[in-house]
């Protein structure tokens, strides 16, 4: 009876391996999730110095050296909306940021974090980043935003929400607004992943 034990749990079944290959899964998940929440919330406190409020469009202005026409005139666009309010909009910025941080870090509404990040990282990479341009000979990357709005798809399509974060308990809760948070679609693989770490641990 011994030896059989010790035999299954050198060889543990083709089940038992695509759990622990799951729980491994989701746990990286969940580290990316609130390590990433951590650097936008560095971000989100830059944001609230006043060197950024008072200096907001010229984030803007200085991507438009050396751009072709098309992109100068899609920055001019933001440039003149922007200047309706600079402070406005940097103070919009800065809240907006916070929330995405917030979301990340703790798991709550995370369709719509991911989404607004998104959203958000698209907006800086066509605007304050110039699409990562002007490319030329010297040029070096393509902008960073755009891989943040990477990684933000990446956590949208794994829910990142639903293991260890709160979505799965506001789920329910939000009714009809379900599909604002992760914990939906989920439930079964997260729930046979983290059975079967307290498996191992027991």
Same mark, same amino acid.
């Given at each position: 009876?011994?030896? !059989? +034990?010790?035999?299954?749990?050198?060889?543990? @079944? $083709?089940?038992?391996?695509?759990?622990?290959?799951?729980?491994? *899964?989701?746990?990286? &998940?969940?580290?990316? *999730?609130?390590?990433?929440?951590? =650097?936008?919330?560095? /971000?989100?406190?830059?944001?609230?110095? #006043?060197?950024?409020?008072?200096?907001? !469009?010229?984030?803007?202005?200085?991507?438009?050296?050396?751009? $072709?026409?098309?992109?100068?005139?899609?920055?001019?666009?933001?440039?003149?909306?922007? !200047?309706? /309010? #600079?402070?406005?909009?940097?103070?919009?910025?800065?809240?907006?940021?916070?929330? =995405?941080?917030?979301?990340?870090?703790?798991?709550?509404?995370?369709?719509?974090? /991911?989404?607004?990040?998104?959203? *958000?990282?698209? =907006?800086?990479?066509?605007?304050?980043?110039?699409?990562?341009? #002007?490319?030329?000979?010297? @040029?070096?990357?393509?902008?960073?935003?755009? &891989?943040?709005?990477?990684?933000?798809?990446?956590?949208?399509?794994?829910?990142?929400?639903?293991?260890?974060?709160?979505?799965?308990? =506001?789920?329910?809760?939000?009714? *009809?607004?379900?599909?604002?948070? !992760?914990?939906?679609?989920?439930?079964?693989?997260?729930?046979?992943?983290? @059975?079967?770490? +307290?498996?191992?641990?027991?």
């Amino acid at each position: 009876m011994n030896a !059989s +034990r010790h035999t299954i749990s050198e060889h543990p @079944s $083709p089940t038992e391996k695509s759990a622990a290959l799951a729980s491994w *899964r989701l746990t990286g &998940i969940v580290i990316l *999730r609130i390590v990433f929440g951590l =650097v936008w919330a560095v /971000d989100a406190w830059f944001k609230w110095q #006043p060197d950024f409020t008072g200096n907001f !469009s010229d984030y803007l202005t200085g991507a438009l050296k050396d751009q $072709p026409a098309a992109v100068k005139a899609w920055i001019d666009l933001w440039i003149n909306a922007v !200047s309706v /309010d #600079p402070h406005v909009f940097a103070h919009a910025v800065a809240v907006g940021e916070t929330l =995405v941080a917030l979301g990340l870090i703790f798991g709550v509404l995370s369709h719509l974090t /991911d989404l607004g990040g998104i959203l *958000r990282s698209l =907006v800086i990479w066509s605007t304050a980043e110039g699409f990562g341009g #002007p490319y030329m000979a010297g @040029s070096t990357d393509i902008g960073a935003a755009i &891989i943040y709005a990477l990684v933000f798809v990446g956590l949208f399509r794994s829910s990142a929400g639903i293991y260890v974060g709160l979505d799965r308990r =506001v789920t329910t809760a939000l009714g *009809r607004w379900a599909f604002l948070a !992760s914990g939906l679609f989920d439930s079964e693989p997260v729930s046979g992943a983290a @059975s079967h770490v +307290r498996g191992r641990a027991a």
